[in-house]
């Protein structure tokens, strides 16, 4: 008897897990259009065989991706006064060498600023669309600060004008619902990667092994491409068929080795043999 009640409560948690895991399934918008391309982690940039390229999210380096042909993933924030820029960290230092939060400067105040020491400057979200005019797809992924409705709300009427192909990811399970409730027609993406290795608290846990997807529903997985063999996600894409995003590929070498594993892939610092 007692082995009995052991073996319905494994099965119980397993259908539980199942579920928790569970990306969306019915009603999913078309994968096609992301198809076919790689994807250059913001944008072109950093330096390849001694010759110089663009600061990362920066408007050249967004355009010479799209120029190329390579899809590109970019992140925005919000600033200070409600306009949206691309950037990637919460702080200026390590891009721009100045102190404090992004989120504290107006977008006017941004623009005084510098990216790695050249002449680009932060460009906003609308410029970033504007030198990529639908050429190329997009995967946009938000970053949220206690902000999400915010944020995606004023994305999406943005977007709304926007005549190419996109996509949206997040870290942060209520963007992705937000998107869920509002835009169930934009493919929308869980952004993860297995942060038990380095964190222990219990919400990492649990965006880590991808149990909020119950929530937010996603279409597709973005995870780091070094936690490959993770259960969630692999389930996700076995089981549940939705889509895998690999994040961030950086040699030929390594996407060779992950190529069967994930469906699409975001890269940085060489240039892929096969697009």
């Known amino acids: ?7 319905l409560i494994l099965c119980a948690v397993c259908v539980l897990y199942l579920i928790s895991i569970k990306p969306r399934i019915c009603g999913r918008p078309d994968y096609k259009p992301f198809y076919g391309h790689m994807y250059a982690h913001r ?18 380096a967004i ?13 925005v924030h919000l600033t200070k006064d409600g306009i949206l820029v691309v950037f990637h960290d919460d702080t200026l230092s390590r891009v721009c060498g100045v102190n404090g939060y992004l989120k504290d400067y107006t977008f006017e105040e ?7 020491g050249t002449q680009e400057h932060i460009p ?3 410029e970033a669309l504007a030198a990529v005019d ?8 938000y970053k949220v600060d206690h902000n999400a409705g915010r944020l995606c709300s004023i994305c999406d009427r943005i977007l709304s004008n926007y005549k190419g192909a996109y996509c949206i990811e997040s870290f942060h399970p209520l963007a992705v619902h937000w998107y869920k409730v509002h835009r169930p027609d934009i493919v929308r993406g869980q952004l993860s990667e297995d942060f038990t290795r380095r964190k222990l608290r219990p919400s990492y846990f649990l965006l880590s092994h991808l149990i909020g997807n119950f929530y937010a529903s996603p279409d597709f997985v973005a995870y780091n491409c ?15 068929h939705a889509l895998s995003v690999a994040w961030t590929v950086r040699s030929q070498e390594e996407l060779e080795h992950v190529s069967k594993r994930f469906d699409l892939f975001i890269f940085e610092g060489f240039v892929p043999s096969v697009q």
Do not use: Q, W
């Open 43 to 60: 944008g072109l940039h950093g330096t390849k065989d001694g010759d110089a390229l663009p600061p990362e999210n920066s408007y050249s």
């Open 134 to 141: 639908g050429r190329v797809p997009l995967i946009i992924e």
């Open 1 to 7: 008897m007692k082995l009995l009640l052991l073996f």
């Open 124 to 126: 906003s979200f609308e």
């Open 226 to 240: 070094k936690h490959k063999n993770e259960l969630s996600r692999t389930l996700c894409r076995k089981l549940y």
């Open 63 to 75: 355009k010479l991706a799209a120029d190329k042909g390579y899809g590109i993933e970019f992140d």
């Open 110 to 116: 941004l623009k005084l600023f510098c990216l790695m």
